[in-house]
């Protein structure tokens, strides 16, 4: 599969904070998440990296 770990680094310090997204769409001044199984979360951050090979997106808040 190619679901992908969200993590979010806040003041320095990283965590996971949504694990198989499926879907991240940028509205408005935040970003919106949803992983396979619906859960769904609405962040204000940025997109620092997105590493296709690991299924890894960094996001960085702002």
Excluded: W
């Amino acid at each position: 599969m190619c679901e992908a770990n969200a993590y979010l680094i806040t003041e320095g310090k990283e965590e996971l904070i949504l694990e198989d997204i499926t879907l991240l769409r940028p509205e408005d001044n935040e970003l919106f998440l949803e992983n396979m199984f619906g859960e769904q979360k609405r962040i204000k951050a940025r997109i620092k990296e997105m590493n296709l090979t690991t299924h890894r997106v960094t996001l960085e808040s702002y």
